[in-house]
């Protein structure tokens, strides 16, 4: 007898390799399509975070900025402000239960007429004070900080929390028509390094008038592609207003663009 042998036509076994290859790509479509978009959120996220972070710290110095210190400059790619550390009122006149003889507090007004190298403070600060003594600045002159034309120089070893000592003594412009006064601790300085795509923060440089040498500053944050700040004073009495817009792109391509704004009190 002879045995027949059975096998796959030509026909069905490329029937079979189509069906599998169909079968094959939406499979893969399946499983790829998910997790591209898995790793495409990852992307964003991480640079969506990036981003955040650098605006918060911005936000923050931002919001510690003397009043009408904010400067943009290079084109809108850097921002510079005068951070202050803390703030009160100055005496303006003597309290009637001031005893001229032993001249102690509260006896010690702030003088306007002639250069005064001390005076008392109304309330109690929280520290000892430190740093540069800036009374109503408008940002142009004659009180500009920036011109170090109503900054003194605070004499912390003769300084209480609540009195200040000024060295050398200093002859303010303009009285505060709240007698409010600022001590500024430091200059700070965001600027966009689109080269290295890098936002860099600077603080501890010399206040000048013009262009400051920064120095080495910190990175914030990477990936940036594009930056832009803006400022909207208002006036030098009235709240401002920073606009923020940072454009992340990673390696990948990936792009994000996060736009914050910042009020500035403008109130010397």
Do not use: W
């Not at 990852?42 to 981003?51: F, I």
């Not at 500024?184 to 890098?198: A, E, G, H, M, R």
Request: include cysteine; glycine fraction near 6%.
């Amino acid at each position: 007898m002879i045995k027949l042998q059975r096998g796959f036509t030509l026909i069905e076994l490329i029937i079979v390799i189509v069906v599998g290859s169909i079968l094959a790509v939406m499979t893969t479509s399946i499983l790829t399509l998910p997790v591209n978009a898995y790793i495409d959120n990852v992307r964003r996220a991480t640079l969506t975070d990036a981003a955040e972070m650098a605006l918060r710290r911005m936000q923050r110095d931002i919001r510690r900025a003397l009043p009408n210190s904010i400067r943009i400059t290079n084109s809108g790619k850097t921002i510079e402000l005068l951070h202050i550390n803390e703030g009160g009122r100055y005496r303006a006149k003597k309290n009637s239960t001031c005893v001229p003889s032993t001249n102690t507090s509260p006896c010690n007004p702030l003088k306007f007429t002639s250069a005064d190298i001390s005076f008392d403070i109304i309330g109690t600060l929280n520290d000892v004070p430190t740093g540069k003594l800036v009374v109503y600045n408008l940002g142009v002159s004659p009180a500009n900080a920036y011109a170090d034309e109503n900054v003194a120089s605070i004499d912390t070893a003769n300084s209480t929390v609540t009195s200040i000592a000024i060295s050398p003594a200093k002859k303010f412009p303009l009285e505060s028509p709240e007698q409010r006064f600022f001590m500024v601790d430091t200059p700070v300085t965001y600027s966009c390094d689109l080269i290295n795509k890098q936002l860099i923060r600077y603080d501890g440089y010399t206040i000048v008038s013009g262009t400051p040498t920064l120095g080495t500053g910190a990175i914030q944050t990477q990936y940036i592609s594009a930056c832009d700040f803006s400022y909207d004073a208002g006036s030098s009495v009235r709240a401002g207003l920073v606009t923020i817009s940072l454009a992340l792109t990673d390696d990948a391509n990936e792009s994000i663009t996060l736009i914050h704004q910042v009020h500035v009190d403008n109130q010397p």
